[in-house]
Structures are given as C-alpha cells and as structure tokens.
C-alpha cells in the first residue's frame, strides 16, 4: 500500500477488502510429532489412478468453498491443470481416507535444496486432520533435507489459517486482498 493511503481511502474509492494472506517460512523441527495416522496414504506414482482423481477433486470441493468471494473458473483443462503439476514430485502427495474417500490432502512442492512450499493442506469438518497432515509434512520434510517449509494461508480457509498462526516462523509476509467491482457500462 502505497505511504499516506489508509483503509479509509480505498473504501472511499469503492474498494473492500476481501481476504488477508500470509506466507511463513516454517522451519522443519527435529521432533517427531505423533505416529503416523494409519488413515494417511502416500500417493502412487501414477497419477491415472482412482485416488488422484479423488485427491484433485477434494481440492477443487475445497478451493470453491474457500474462494466464495472470487468464485474460481474450472479451466479448460479441468481440476488437474490447476493442483498437479511439474513440482508436484513422487511420493510428496498424501490424503487423508475416511471410509474409502478422500477427506483431506496436503503436498510438498518446489523442493529444491533446504526449502519446500507447502501445497493446499485441508481436512474440512475433521478436528485433528490439519494437524494429521503438518505432522506428516514435516516428516516427510526432514526425509528430503528440507529445514523451511514455506507455507500460505488465507482468511477464507479457517482451518489452515488457524494452524499457520500456531506455527513458529522465520520470517512471514503477509497480504491484504482488495477487490472493486466495474460497472460493465464502464468497462
């Protein structure tokens, strides 16, 4: 935001603030955590199978519920043009299965060296699942070498912004999302 101009100046101009997002640099901690929960299975290579359609779908459920004020557009490519990709590496994907269905899902993507960026973590309506799911990032982390993982939450998703703000950081940034709507008469 530029110096001298305040909440107040874009409200006036018609702007509202929408979502606040941070991103920390979490480092990776010796300590072990619980025992991996038994209903945490490590994606297959193989990204034709049954439980990655099962994965990317829960993310898409996922984003639309935590992105009502800017409602994603499927693209062309379907859901798995936006949640895989090249960084997304062999073995760093896991859901979280409940009576044979996926009911969250977290990765590690982009490692390169020390550091890692945390994918979308998420188990809605599961009290101990975000932290089922760090526990498992984190030593899935320590197995790779990775010391921070980088992770980013907003406002719209209470349950990963709830547990980003109990974790210890080296260094965070965080945003604010300001969004106006254009009258199509003027655009």
């Known amino acids: 935001m530029a110096a001298g ?3 107040e100046t874009f409200r006036e ?11 920390r640099a979490v480092p990776v901690h010796e ?22 359609s099962d994965w990317v779908e829960a993310h898409w459920r996922h984003y639309q519920a935590t992105h009502t004020d800017n409602p994603p557009v ?5 859901p798995r043009a936006l949640f895989l990709g090249d960084d997304l590496e062999a073995g760093n994907a896991v859901a979280l299965i ?23 973590i998420a ?21 790779l070498g990775v010391s921070v993982i980088e992770l980013e939450a907003d406002d719209s998703d209470p349950d990963l912004w709830a547990l980003c703000a109990t974790l210890s950081a080296e260094r965070e940034t965080r945003y ?12």
């Not at 702007?15 to 941070?22: E, L, N, Q, S, Y």
């Not at 300590?31 to 990655?52: E, N, V």
């Not at 009911?103 to 945390?118: D, I, T």
């Not at 188990?123 to 197995?143: C, F, K, S, V």
């Open 98 to 120: 409940e009576a044979g269905r996926v009911v969250g899902f977290a990765s590690l993507r982009a490692v390169a060296g020390e550091c890692a960026e945390s994918g979308w």
């Open 13 to 23: 101009c018609g702007w509202r603030k929408v979502r606040h997002t941070v991103i």
């Open 74 to 78: 499927l693209p062309s490519g379907g």
């Open 31 to 52: 300590t072990p955590g619980p025992a991996p929960d038994p209903r945490l299975h490590i994606l297959p290579d193989d990204q034709s199978t049954a439980i990655w």
């Open 123 to 143: 188990a809605p309506g599961i009290r101990e699942g975000m932290a089922t799911l760090w526990h498992w990032m984190m030593r899935r982390a320590r197995a």
């Open 5 to 7: 101009i305040g909440d």
């Open 176 to 187: 604010v999302i300001w969004e106006t709507r254009i009258e199509e008469s003027r655009v």
